[in-house]
């Protein structure tokens, strides 16, 4: 098959192209700045140049593709310019499902979050719980957006499409919020410990790109939704982890939740103002995330697509041993901006 891939060259897209380039697809990833993607052509992809908020470089880029795979997104819970978040992750989304309409492609592939179920209470969900409509973060507030669109054009016009939520993703090269943490942890530059008892649920990147895979290929998943994590975990608990796997110390200093929350506001302000990420990664989106317990099960697609989750333990090695590399550079929180800048 010729895949069109969004996001490539981001954390879980290069893991997804590697995981290709050992199949017979041919993979054609959208990127934005060619100069940036030299892995991805190492890999076999073949470069696209565009952007998901330009709808007429997408569809140039998508013709002739049989499915395509949608990961590009904002991740980040906080940017200098808070319309990026609509731009990529509620209008992008809704130019690539366009695009795949009008192509008539086989199967779309979407990549949501499982951060939409933030705010459904401390109890497990599944796929069947319901959706708040009211959203923890901007971010999940975009994606949940995102997603409606997308499934609209299931519903109405007959696109099909098959829809991705991963839990919080960790393994080599994560330089994402959970990825940052760690490498703070890591480098000794988490100065205080907060949120400890709040409760996530990991999965390792390799089994979310494995779903994306078997996803596409199963001829029935059209219509589907597949929640993919597996091992629910107390924060402090991961950082526990990350410590004694690298030799690192736990921040000495706990915050309680409360005054974590004001902090986070007061950082958020003076980001806002300075135009640089808060301290710590700690917005006031991303405290208000490490206050909701997300406790989902994963197990549809165990038994649906196949997967064969990874221990978790394994997926903090492989992101501390990355960190210590010094593979996941310390200004990703800046570069990440900058790319929202650029969108």
């Known amino acids: 098959m010729k895949i069109f891939i969004t996001g490539g060259t981001g954390f879980i897209g290069t893991h997804l192209v590697e995981r290709l380039a050992h199949t017979e697809h041919q993979t054609y990833c959208l990127v934005r700045d060619p100069s940036r993607a030299k892995r991805l052509q190492e890999l076999g992809a073949k470069l696209m140049h565009g952007d998901v908020t330009d709808k007429a470089s997408v569809m140039r880029a998508m013709k002739g593709c049989d499915w395509v795979f949608n990961l590009a997104n904002i991740y980040t819970f906080w940017v200098p310019d808070k319309r990026a978040y609509h731009r990529i992750n509620v209008e992008g989304t809704r130019n690539v499902m366009q695009c795949a309409l009008d192509l008539g492609v086989s199967k779309v592939v979407h990549l949501s979050t499982y951060g939409i179920w933030a705010k459904s209470g401390k109890s497990t969900f599944n796929e069947d719980s319901p959706i708040p409509s009211d959203q923890v973060s901007e971010y999940c507030r975009s994606k949940y957006e995102g997603d409606r669109i997308a499934w609209e054009y299931y519903e109405k016009h007959g696109l099909q499409l098959t829809m991705i939520h991963p839990g919080n993703v960790l393994g080599e090269g994560d330089n994402k919020p959970t990825g940052q943490f760690l490498g703070d942890i890591v480098r000794g530059k988490q100065p ?26 199963k001829p029935n998943s059209v219509g589907q939704r597949y929640i993919v994590a597996n091992q629910q975990l107390p924060w402090g608990e991961l950082a526990a982890m990350a410590a004694e796997i690298s030799g690192a110390s736990l921040p000495r200093f706990t915050l309680p939740g409360p005054l974590a929350l004001a902090t986070g506001a007061t950082l958020t302000l003076l980001a806002n103002i300075t135009k640089k990420p808060p301290l710590w990664g700690l917005s006031f989106d991303a405290a208000k995330t490490l206050t909701a317990s997300l406790k989902a099960d994963g197990s549809k697609a165990q038994r649906e697509l196949g997967i064969t989750y990874t221990p978790i333990r394994l997926a903090v090695e492989e992101t501390v041993a990355s960190c210590m590399a010094g593979t996941v550079r310390e200004d990703v929180r800046a570069e990440g901006r900058a790319k929202a800048q650029a969108s």
């Open 192 to 217: 205080v410990n907060a949120f400890a008892g709040t409760v996530f649920t990991f999965v390792h990147v390799r089994d979310v790109v494995e779903a994306v895979i078997r996803a596409a290929e």
